[in-house]
């Protein structure tokens, strides 16, 4: 039984390496300057460059450029709210609100992305008219928010309590004590949080087909279509003569997705000690 | 009767945690100013709950109730806000807990900083040498203030956490087995340091130390099942105790 | 900033959870309605046409509903052979070595790994192997679909019951070795009934995961707007029904779209609330 659980447990480790493998074998030789400085080239661009036999021009950078605008205006917001909501379920974790609170907050984190997109698509792109990066980091901001506020309750919720206690024995009122002791104290296990939070969402492409829509234009303007990484290589995907750009966009974001990942989980060990 | 004013007196102070059950019953004693007062007891007899009763930490969980009355200078605290209270009554913990993403320097200012009280920086400076060297901190950390104070071995971490209290100049000072978590020698320099304090503040310390009610207090209570059995000169109590139950618990047949 | 502002302040920031909870029900159910008006509710759950020739509009979710169940079932079989394994090695054969850590860090980057890129590898590597076995002559359909998924739940079923065997007592477990038990038997015979419950709900939440998973399976499910009739043929999800089609709906469409959204988040919550109830009972016991 030992060596079945050892074998079947070592298989889980296969995909990991084969996804890694694959991504990095036919993406590495895509990576260069110009990949991260140019935008994408145009579906009838790429179709001369391959029947040139040249590789195709251009790169991901409207992407890059994209996820980064509404990844900043998603956390600006979702960390501040996330962070009270948190300290709130944690200062009143006995409270019937609290308790209400606390469900929606799982509610919400199991809410299937599409459908993340599907509402930020009623609320934000309907009444504007049009598909914008606000949108697009609106679907953010909502998919962060549950994870800032688990993280953040939990962190303050395993703080040993006569920190809080001696804190208000000084006379400090309850928001200085917040501010000064406990936030401090448990900025660690937060932040983990956010980094944790950043690289679930920065891979979502469901919720930006809706929203952001996309758009081969480097751009920094909120209100009219954005691309992101995610998109472009959901584009890639359905476009025969840009196929070749797919393998440098995904391995990309994999990196990023995973370096954060092993950033967070650094951090926490590191923190826990 | 002596006519001396107590600095802190307890008027029939009960605490309820529930309904039904009563931590501290009726309990009714006079602090003198500038002694030493050890409360003792088995544990769950209500001796912790009813130190924290004084700075109100009760306050802080819904469910429980404080009756009676606590003066402080003749003023019921019970009827004062929590954080008046609390500026005026200092708290030293059982397990030393400094703040651990200050530095020491700011450890011992974070009185102020938890009210918003702004210093200057020389009020600052002076300040946090009066309150180190007044806990015999001074000389060992003078040169690493601004060293995270967890980065203090216990004894110092608890002494630090003095100091921090005694930075609001407290007229009183509660601690709650500040030595339980020390080694011996940790603990005989903070029985020695609160002997020279007691000039200073008037300090109320719970302990289930034996040997620590006798070195250090001035005078004594002991408690039982809630209730205060016993209040007396600590010297009384020790060679003479009047009641069965004190008796017994100090000859140890009772834990 | 007083107790009574922060107070404020807190339960202001608490109030978000129910403004948006609220407003996803709210904005779920008024952009259904026209789907539902249209077709009736019962019609629409039971119909399986789906065709937007004008002026014979006619939608049925019942299509992407087998499909998005049979993927997850499948995805749940395919999971567990594998997740209930990387669970015992973690959470008891070497529980606290350094071999169970590194095994957790994998299944965590597993988790980490974002849904296109699944579908991607599952496009270019699964599909062709699919192919070559002559399992499907497309290659893709609710069988890719579903293995993929396999993979993406098995961190979050893993993880999660590894909790919870780490939790059975060691007196359990040492009064059933000092009677002669193997460790097979103590598995069998105490880990396993002490963590059932525990290990059961991780499998609901892995469940949970799989039934909103859009990019994976709109990669590889086909995309046909039939109930699927065997596990190799193609079909959509619900999610993938949503991605696919989205973006160039409008009126009728658009609304019988939402209105399969609102099945989707129904059936999700109502699973995850399941799940996270029989968590939190096992967590007491």
């Given at each position: 039984m030992l060596w079945g659980v050892c074998l079947l447990a070592a298989l889980t480790a296969v995909p990991l390496?084969?996804?890694?493998?694959?991504?990095?074998?036919?993406?590495?030789?895509?990576?260069?300057?110009?990949?991260?400085?140019?935008?994408?080239?145009?579906?009838?661009?790429?179709?001369?460059?391959?029947?040139?036999?040249?590789?195709?021009?251009?790169?991901?950078?409207?992407?890059?450029?994209?996820?980064?605008?509404?990844?900043?205006?998603?956390?600006?917001?979702?960390?501040?709210?996330g962070?009270?909501c948190g300290?709130?379920l944690a200062?009143n974790s006995k409270n019937r609100?609290a308790q209400i609170v606390s469900y929606l907050t799982d509610l919400l984190q199991g809410t299937p992305s599409?459908?993340?997109?599907?509402?930020?698509?009623?609320?934000?792109?309907?009444?504007?008219?049009?598909?914008?990066?606000?949108?697009?980091?609106?679907?953010?901001?909502?998919m962060?928010l549950p994870l800032i506020i688990r993280s953040t309750e939990e962190t303050l919720k395993i703080l040993p309590a006569?920190?809080?206690?001696?804190?208000?024995?000084?006379?400090?009122?309850?928001?200085?004590?917040?501010?000064?002791?406990?936030?401090?104290?448990a900025?660690?296990g937060i932040?983990t949080g956010?980094?944790l939070a950043?690289s679930r969402?920065?891979?979502?492409?469901?919720?930006?087909?809706?929203?952001?829509?996309?758009?081969?234009?480097?751009?920094?303007?909120?209100?009219?279509?954005?691309?992101?990484?995610?998109?472009?290589?959901?584009?890639?995907?359905?476009?025969?003569?840009?196929?070749?750009?797919?393998?440098?966009?995904?391995?990309?974001?994999?990196?990023?997705?995973?370096?954060?990942n092993l950033?967070a989980k650094?951090?926490a060990k590191?923190w826990n000690? | 009767?002596?006519?001396?004013?107590?600095?802190?007196?307890?008027?029939?102070?009960?605490?309820?945690?529930?309904?039904?059950?009563?931590?501290?019953?009726?309990?009714?004693?006079?602090?003198?100013?500038?002694?030493?007062?050890?409360?003792?007891?088995?544990?769950?007899?209500?001796?912790?709950?009813?130190?924290?009763?004084?700075?109100?930490?009760?306050?802080?969980?819904?469910?429980?109730?404080?009756?009676?009355?606590?003066?402080?200078?003749?003023?019921?605290?019970?009827?004062?806000?929590?954080?008046?209270?609390?500026?005026?009554?200092?708290?030293?913990?059982?397990?030393?807990?400094?703040?651990?993403?200050?530095?020491?320097?700011?450890?011992?200012?974070?009185?102020?900083?938890?009210?918003?009280?702004?210093?200057?920086?020389?009020?600052?400076?002076?300040?946090?040498?009066?309150?180190?060297?007044?806990?015999?901190?001074?000389?060992?950390?003078?040169?690493?203030?601004?060293?995270?104070?967890?980065?203090?071995?216990?004894?110092?971490?608890?002494?630090?956490?003095?100091?921090?209290?005694?930075?609001?100049?407290?007229?009183?000072?509660?601690?709650?087995?500040?030595?339980?978590?020390?080694?011996?020698?940790?603990?005989?320099?903070?029985?020695?340091?609160?002997?020279?304090?007691?000039?200073?503040?008037?300090?109320?310390?719970?302990?289930?130390?034996?040997?620590?009610?006798?070195?250090?207090?001035?005078?004594?209570?002991?408690?039982?099942?809630?209730?205060?059995?016993?209040?007396?000169?600590?010297?009384?109590?020790?060679?003479?105790?009047?009641?069965?139950?004190?008796?017994?618990?100090?000859?140890?047949?009772?834990? | 900033?007083?107790?009574?502002?922060?107070?404020?302040?807190?339960?202001?920031?608490?109030?978000?959870m129910?403004?948006?909870c609220?407003?996803?029900?709210?904005?779920?159910?008024?952009?259904?309605?026209?789907?539902?008006?249209?077709?009736?509710?019962?019609?629409?759950?039971?119909?399986?046409?789906?065709?937007?020739?004008?002026?014979?509009?006619?939608?049925?979710?019942?299509?992407?509903?087998?499909?998005t169940l049979m993927t997850t079932l499948l995805a749940l079989i395919f999971c567990i052979p594998f997740s209930l394994p990387v669970a015992l090695f973690v959470g008891e054969y070497f529980k606290g070595t350094k071999v169970a850590a590194v095994l957790s860090t994998v299944t965590d980057l597993l988790a980490g790994i974002?849904s296109?890129?699944y579908?991607?590898?599952?496009?270019?590597?699964?599909?062709?192997?699919?192919?070559?076995?002559?399992?499907?002559?497309?290659?893709?359909?609710?069988?890719?679909?579903s293995l993929v998924l396999a993979i993406m739940i098995i961190p979050y079923a893993a993880s999660l019951s590894a909790e919870f065997i780490k939790m059975v007592p060691n007196d359990l477990k040492e009064g059933a070795y000092s009677l002669g038990a193997t460790r097979a038997e103590v598995i069998r015979k105490v880990v396993f009934p002490v963590a059932g419950s525990g290990i059961f709900s991780s499998y609901i939440l892995a469940i949970g995961r799989a039934l909103g998973e859009?990019?994976t399976?709109?990669?590889?499910?086909?995309?046909?707007?039939?109930?699927?009739?065997?596990?190799?043929?193609?079909?959509?999800?619900?999610?993938?029904?949503?991605?696919?089609?989205?973006?160039?709906?409008?009126?009728?469409?658009?609304?019988?779209?939402?209105?399969?959204?609102?099945?989707l988040f129904l059936i999700t919550a109502a699973i995850n609330m399941v799940g996270k109830m029989m968590i939190k009972r096992a967590r007491i016991a």
């Amino acid at each position: 039984m030992l060596w079945g659980v050892c074998l079947l447990a070592a298989l889980t480790a296969v995909p990991l390496l084969a996804i890694l493998g694959e991504v990095l074998l036919r993406g590495y030789d895509q990576l260069s300057w110009s990949f991260f400085t140019e935008p994408t080239p145009t579906a009838y661009k790429a179709m001369k460059a391959i029947e040139a036999g040249e590789p195709i021009p251009g790169g991901i950078a409207n992407g890059i450029v994209g996820t980064m605008i509404m990844l900043g205006m998603a956390v600006v917001v979702a960390v501040p709210v996330g962070i009270l909501c948190g300290a709130f379920l944690a200062e009143n974790s006995k409270n019937r609100f609290a308790q209400i609170v606390s469900y929606l907050t799982d509610l919400l984190q199991g809410t299937p992305s599409v459908i993340v997109g599907i509402i930020t698509y009623i609320w934000v792109v309907v009444p504007m008219k049009g598909y914008s990066a606000i949108a697009g980091s609106v679907a953010l901001c909502i998919m962060m928010l549950p994870l800032i506020i688990r993280s953040t309750e939990e962190t303050l919720k395993i703080l040993p309590a006569s920190l809080k206690e001696a804190g208000l024995a000084l006379g400090g009122n309850k928001a200085r004590v917040m501010m000064k002791v406990q936030l401090p104290a448990a900025f660690g296990g937060i932040f983990t949080g956010v980094l944790l939070a950043i690289s679930r969402v920065i891979g979502e492409t469901a919720p930006l087909m809706f929203t952001a829509l996309g758009c081969s234009l480097i751009r920094f303007s909120i209100d009219k279509p954005i691309s992101a990484v995610p998109l472009l290589i959901w584009e890639f995907f359905n476009d025969p003569n840009l196929q070749e750009l797919i393998w440098g966009a995904s391995l990309f974001l994999l990196l990023f997705v995973l370096t954060l990942n092993l950033t967070a989980k650094y951090l926490a060990k590191k923190w826990n000690q | 009767m002596e006519s001396v004013k107590p600095i802190l007196e307890f008027k029939k102070t009960c605490v309820s945690y529930t309904k039904q059950t009563m931590a501290v019953k009726y309990v009714s004693a006079a602090i003198e100013q500038n002694t030493i007062t050890a409360i003792m007891g088995p544990s769950g007899c209500g001796k912790s709950t009813l130190l924290r009763a004084v700075n109100l930490m009760h306050n802080l969980y819904q469910n429980i109730r404080v009756d009676g009355e606590i003066l402080l200078n003749g003023e019921n605290i019970l009827s004062m806000e929590p954080i008046d209270v609390r500026r005026r009554i200092g708290m030293v913990f059982q397990r030393p807990a400094p703040f651990p993403t200050m530095s020491i320097y700011d450890n011992v200012l974070s009185g102020f900083a938890l009210n918003g009280i702004k210093l200057s920086k020389a009020e600052k400076d002076a300040t946090v040498e009066r309150c180190l060297r007044s806990v015999a901190l001074w000389d060992e950390v003078k040169d690493v203030l601004n060293k995270k104070g967890t980065f203090l071995s216990g004894g110092q971490q608890q002494r630090l956490c003095i100091a921090r209290a005694l930075a609001m100049k407290p007229d009183v000072l509660l601690m709650d087995e500040p030595t339980s978590a020390l080694d011996p020698i940790a603990t005989k320099h903070i029985e020695e340091l609160l002997l020279e304090l007691q000039k200073e503040v008037t300090i109320l310390i719970v302990t289930h130390n034996m040997g620590q009610a006798k070195r250090i207090s001035s005078k004594s209570m002991f408690m039982y099942l809630g209730e205060l059995v016993e209040y007396g000169d600590t010297e009384t109590m020790f060679t003479n105790p009047s009641d069965e139950r004190t008796k017994a618990y100090l000859t140890g047949k009772m834990g | 900033m007083n107790d009574r502002l922060y107070k404020i302040l807190l339960f202001a920031a608490a109030l978000i959870m129910p403004i948006v909870c609220g407003g996803v029900v709210y904005a779920l159910v008024t952009d259904a309605y026209e789907a539902f008006e249209h077709f009736g509710f019962f019609k629409f759950l039971t119909s399986s046409e789906w065709s937007y020739t004008e002026g014979a509009e006619q939608y049925g979710a019942l299509p992407f509903i087998t499909g998005t169940l049979m993927t997850t079932l499948l995805a749940l079989i395919f999971c567990i052979p594998f997740s209930l394994p990387v669970a015992l090695f973690v959470g008891e054969y070497f529980k606290g070595t350094k071999v169970a850590a590194v095994l957790s860090t994998v299944t965590d980057l597993l988790a980490g790994i974002p849904s296109i890129i699944y579908g991607l590898w599952g496009f270019y590597t699964l599909r062709p192997i699919i192919m070559a076995l002559n399992i499907s002559p497309q290659g893709s359909g609710v069988l890719t679909a579903s293995l993929v998924l396999a993979i993406m739940i098995i961190p979050y079923a893993a993880s999660l019951s590894a909790e919870f065997i780490k939790m059975v007592p060691n007196d359990l477990k040492e009064g059933a070795y000092s009677l002669g038990a193997t460790r097979a038997e103590v598995i069998r015979k105490v880990v396993f009934p002490v963590a059932g419950s525990g290990i059961f709900s991780s499998y609901i939440l892995a469940i949970g995961r799989a039934l909103g998973e859009t990019m994976t399976v709109t990669m590889l499910i086909g995309n046909t707007n039939n109930i699927p009739d065997s596990i190799t043929s193609t079909g959509n999800s619900m999610a993938s029904i949503i991605a696919n089609q989205f973006g160039e709906a409008d009126d009728l469409r658009l609304s019988s779209l939402i209105a399969i959204g609102l099945i989707l988040f129904l059936i999700t919550a109502a699973i995850n609330m399941v799940g996270k109830m029989m968590i939190k009972r096992a967590r007491i016991a």
